[in-house]
């Protein structure tokens, strides 16, 4: 491995995408929301621009966290996986 590995990459489903909007400068919503929604073009685009090898993705916060219900956390947390799974299985 030659390139940079980046840490706390964050990536957001539709569902979670709300919860970081409060976080975020107004008027950067439509910019954050695609930033990270994007597993694939622009992201892939910018790594490669700044020599990144390999990003550690993590779902957006509080995304899990903020799911009172168990049975819902879990199977959203399972769906946010599957969604990342099937995407880096795109592009090792």
């Known amino acids: 491995m030659k390139g940079k590995i980046t840490l706390e990459e964050h ?4 569902e979670t995408f709300t919860s ?9 919503g439509a910019d954050l929301r695609h930033r990270l929604m994007d597993l694939q073009g622009d992201r892939l685009r910018e790594m490669d621009q700044f020599g990144i090898e390999f990003a550690v993705q993590s779902l957006n916060s ?4 903020a799911v009172p219900n168990v049975t819902e956390a879990i199977a959203l947390a399972q769906r946010a ?6 995407e880096v299985v795109k592009r090792p």
Not at 11 to 14: D, G, R, S
Not at 20 to 28: D, L, Q
Not at 81 to 86: K, M, V
């Open 11 to 14: 990536f957001a489903l539709p």
């Open 62 to 65: 509080p995304a899990v966290q």
């Open 20 to 28: 970081t909007t409060r976080f975020s400068k107004k008027g950067m």
């Open 81 to 86: 996986n599957d969604i990342l799974a099937n």
